[in-house]
């Protein structure tokens, strides 16, 4: 599932003891504020029986957005995954460029953190990414790394298993 909403405290507690007062269990999450803003991915895992009603008490809590699917179990996890680390200058469009290049590749990109950091001696804005990338079999690790220092000569990228 998903949750917006402006940030605030207890929104943790509050979703948390709605999953626990439905029956469910809180297996994973990622959550961030970001610009006021509360944003929260979340796995529950719960049974079948009890699934729509813990749909239903987490859509009616108050000032808070949430998309709840029921799915079935993870798919196919063999695939290799490898960290990566991008560095460069920023300028309009590089995530779109950077994403780009990485699905031309044949990869999926799982997770990603961007930010602006500040330049080593220089002080200018750098962009800095770091993510977990999966492979399709077909696809050895230098060959991403070719692919994404396509989007530009400045870009240092680095992976690691």
């Known amino acids: 599932m ?7 405290t207890g929104i943790v507690q509050t979703l948390s003891q709605t999953v626990a007062d439905c029956g469910g269990n809180w297996l994973e999450s990622r959550m961030a504020r970001l ?30 957005s949430i998309h709840a699917t029921i799915e079935g179990p993870d798919g196919d996890t063999s695939r290799e ?46 962009f800095h990414a770091k993510g977990i990338v999966s492979l399709p079999d077909d696809l050895a690790p230098g060959a991403l790394i070719e692919a994404i220092e396509t989007v530009g000569e400045d870009l240092n990228v680095t992976v690691e298993e």
């Open 2 to 8: 998903t949750v917006l909403a402006p940030d605030r």
């Open 35 to 64: 610009a006021g803003q509360f944003a929260g991915i979340l796995k529950v895992e719960i049974v079948e029986e009890k699934a729509a009603a813990l749909i239903a008490a987490l859509e009616g809590l108050e000032g808070m």
């Open 81 to 126: 995954h490898l960290n990566l680390d991008v560095v460069g200058n920023d300028r309009p469009g590089i995530v779109k460029a950077l994403s780009a290049a990485i699905a031309g590749a044949g990869a999926n990109l799982e997770d990603l953190q961007t930010a602006l950091e500040s330049a080593p001696m220089a002080g200018h804005p750098i």
